[in-house]
Nanobody, 116 residues
Framework: QVQLVESGGGLVQAGGSLRLSCAAS????????MGWFRQAPGKEREFVAA????????YYKDSVKGRFTISRDNARNTVYLQMNSLKPEDTAVYYC?????????WGQGTQVTVSS
């Protein structure tokens, strides 16, 4: 079992920044690829960013490339999402995800609201 707890969400103005954190506990953190998903009002949950276990590769939704950066600190069992140049369309609940070969876990989410 892996437990994930997100933090760092909040209300910001367009053009501002937030840094989301996801703290993991349970199984060995470094064995999982990590990612961030989000769900905006009235929409399905969508992929935002992901990072491999050793940070060798990162992946991003096209609309956040150049603005968001995913990183991880395996020593602290934490994954981050640095969000810059935020836009109102980034408003959503952001969920942390841990993906292993045979299992997948989700956090409870943290609200990000970007005002215009």
């Amino acid at each position: 079992q892996v437990q994930l707890v997100e933090s760092g969400g909040g209300l910001v103005q367009a053009g501002g920044s937030l840094r989301l954190s996801c703290a993991a506990s349970g199984r060995t953190f470094s064995s999982y690829a990590m990612g961030w998903f989000r769900q905006a009002p009235g929409k399905e949950r969508e992929f935002v960013a992901a990072i491999t276990w050793n940070s060798a590769n990162t992946y991003y939704k096209d609309s956040v490339k150049g603005r968001f950066t995913i990183s991880r600190d395996n020593a602290r069992n934490t994954v981050y999402l640095q969000m810059n140049s935020l836009k109102p369309e980034d408003t959503a609940v952001y969920y942390c995800n841990a993906a292993g070969i045979v299992d997948r876990y989700w956090g409870q989410g943290t609200q990000v609201t970007v005002s215009s």
